[in-house]
């Protein structure tokens, strides 16, 4: 097993495991590997650390043990807030929009919701004086965990 150290375009670090070179390579190709933090597709293999044995008896130290940096931190409140917001609100999909309207003008009762809305239709909403906040969720959020 090959245990891969990633960034995506966004600069988010993540760590990948594959059966061979081969296989990383392969679902690079078709586009199967995504960055959890995001869903960005453009993800390069980053250098890494070997695993180091610093004296018998010790266990090996990781390469995240070897270089820790203070994003990992920023990383994780992220992901934390995204499960609030998943948990606590409805999908409405597409018809975000629509539904963040009538509960802005009283023609449905206001509840916590989540969607999809394109830059224009999110510039509209904010024009008209409703709050909305722009909040990508990772694919790995939006099914159901096995």
């Known amino acids: 097993m090959k245990v891969l150290n990633l960034q995506c375009s966004q600069l988010h670090g993540f760590e990948g495991w594959f059966g061979s070179e081969g296989e990383f390579q392969d679902q690079l190709s078709r586009g199967l590997i995504e960055c959890p ?39 994780a409140e992220w992901m934390k807030m995204v499960r609030h917001v998943v948990a606590n609100t409805e999908d409405v999909g597409a018809r975000f929009p629509e539904e963040a309207r009538r509960m802005h003008y009283g023609e449905t009762e206001e509840r916590g919701i989540r969607g999809q809305a394109s830059p224009d239709e999110t510039q509209a909403l904010l024009e008209e004086g409703i709050g909305v906040l722009p909040l990508p969720i990772p694919k790995a959020f939006k099914e159901p965990l096995q």
């Open 37 to 75: 933090l995001c869903g960005e597709t453009a993800v390069t293999k980053m250098l890494s650390a070997p695993r180091l044995n610093l004296g018998s008896g010790k266990q090996p130290l990781s390469p995240r043990e070897l270089v820790s940096t203070p994003d990992k931190t920023m990383q």
